[in-house]
Nanobody, 118 residues
Framework: QVQLVESGGGLVPPGGSLRLSCAAS????????QGWFRQAPGKERELVSC????????NYAVSVKGRFTVSRDNTNNTAYLQMNSLKPEDTAVYFC???????????WGQGTQVTVSS
């Protein structure tokens, strides 16, 4: 069955780094664009980054550009989000999704909590 499993979240102080992973199974991961989304308490879910199926093109939200880097390994069906210089406002549940980043993704992971706090 289709699965997207995020990992790597946690508690980190401001200025710290985390790397999220998204392990995909049950579908041809290499054919799908992949997006990282986040949702903070009381806020709408927002697109953080998007990477095309080949990995050749990426896009980022203005708020994370220059601090976050998305990548993927289609051989191992995994996507990554390297998050550096984390800020308290990055605190949210981060979700992995595949499909149209600016439409309705086809599949979603369960989310992983990222908390940036001293």
């Amino acid at each position: 069955q289709v699965q997207l499993v995020e990992s790597g979240g946690g508690l980190v102080p401001p200025g710290g780094s985390l790397r999220l992973s998204c392990a995909a199974s049950g579908f041809p991961f290499e054919r799908y664009s992949q997006g990282w989304f986040r949702q903070a308490p009381g806020k709408e879910r927002e697109l953080v980054s998007c990477i095309t199926s080949s990995g050749r093109s990426t896009n980022y939200a203005v708020s994370v550009k220059g601090r976050f880097t998305v990548s993927r390994d289609n051989t191992n069906n995994t996507a990554y989000l390297q998050m550096n210089s984390l800020k308290p406002e990055d605190t949210a549940v981060y979700f992995c999704a595949v499909g149209p980043c600016w439409g309705t993704p086809d599949y979603w992971g369960q989310g992983t909590q990222v908390t940036v706090s001293s």
